[in-house]
T-cell receptor, first 114, second 113 residues
Framework: KAGVTQTPRYLIKTRGQQVTLSCSPI?????VSWYQQTPGQGLQFLFE???????NKGNFPGRFSGRQFSNSRSEMNVSTLELGDSALYLC?????????????FGPGTRLLVL | QKEVEQNSGPLSVPEGAIASLNCTYS??????FFWYRQYSGKSPELIMS????GDKEDGRFTAQLNKASQYVSLLIRDSQPSDSATYLC?????????????FGTGTLLAVQP
C-alpha cells in the first residue's frame, strides 16, 4: 500500500496570507489527524477527522481549520498567517476504529512564514 | 505540568549498551501508549505500542507500562549507531475509538561507535 502523502512538501508564505495543506491517507484509513511540529513546542495535536467529521480538537486558535472529504482525504487551512506558524505540519492516518491503532505519519509540509 | 514529560537528553550510550528512555504522563484515564522514533528531517515512525501494565518485547526493544505510577519506558538492548534518533513518547488522550496523541518533547539518543 502507498503511504500517507502530503502536498506541497515546502511552502513559503508571508504574514497575513492563508495557506491550505493537503493529506491523502493510506488506502482504507478513515481517520486523519494533523500535528504541528516546532523546535520550541515539539509535536502538538491540531485535530482529528473521521468520516468527514471532526472528532477531536487541540488547543489552537480558530485560524486553524480542517476538513475531510468523502474519500478520506483531508485538508487543513491556516488563515491570517503569523510568523509563529512556521513549522512542519504532519498528518497521520489510521483505520479509525480503535484508540489503540498505530498512526502512520506522512512526510510533512514545511511551512515558512516571512 | 505538561501532559507528557520526557528527559530531553541527549542520552549518550556506547554501542552494544542498553539505552533506557523514560516518560511520565498526567491523564490517568489514558489507555494507549506509543513510542515513536524520529530521525532528523524525517517524520515519526512507530517503534512500540503498549496498552497493559507490564513489559512488551519486540526484538531489541522492550516497552514497560505502569499505570499506577503513570510511567512508560523504552529499553533498547544492544544499541546500534543506527538507533541514534529522537524518541517520542505519545499518549492517546482521545478516549474511546478516537485518536488524540499527546507527545512528549522527545529524548535525543546518541549511540557512540
Amino acid at each position: 500500500k502507498a503511504g500517507v502523502t502530503q502536498t506541497p512538501r515546502y511552502l513559503i508564505k508571508t504574514r497575513g496570507q492563508q495557506v491550505t495543506l493537503s493529506c491523502s491517507p493510506i488506502s482504507g484509513h478513515r481517520s486523519v489527524s494533523w500535528y504541528q511540529q516546532t523546535p520550541g513546542q515539539g509535536l502538538q495535536f491540531l485535530f482529528e477527522y473521521f468520516s468527514e467529521t471532526q472528532r477531536n480538537k487541540g488547543n489552537f486558535p480558530g485560524r486553524f481549520s480542517g476538513r475531510q472529504f468523502s474519500n478520506s482525504r483531508s485538508e487543513m487551512n491556516v488563515s491570517t498567517l503569523e510568523l509563529g506558524d512556521s513549522a512542519l505540519y504532519l498528518c497521520a492516518s489510521s483505520p479509525g476504529g480503535s484508540g489503540r491503532e498505530t498512526q502512520y505519519f506522512g512526510p510533512g509540509t514545511r511551512l515558512l512564514v516571512l | 505540568q505538561k501532559e507528557v514529560e520526557q528527559n530531553s537528553g541527549p542520552l549518550s550510550v556506547p554501542e552494544g549498551a542498553i539505552a533506557s528512555l523514560n516518560c511520565t504522563y498526567s491523564d490517568r484515564v489514558s489507555q494507549s501508549f506509543f513510542w515513536y522514533r524520529q530521525y532528523s528531517g524525517k517524520s515519526p515512525e512507530l517503534i512500540m505500542s503498549i496498552y497493559s501494565n507490564g513489559d512488551k518485547e519486540d526484538g531489541r526493544f522492550t516497552a514497560q507500562l505502569n499505570k499506577a505510577s503513570q510511567y512508560v519506558s523504552l529499553l533498547i538492548r544492544d544499541s546500534q549507531p543506527s538507533d541514534s534518533a529522537t524518541y517520542l513518547c505519545a499518549v492517546n488522550t482521545g478516549g474511546g475509538a478516537t485518536n488524540k496523541l499527546i507527545f512528549g518533547t522527545g529524548t535525543l539518543l546518541a549511540v557512540q561507535p
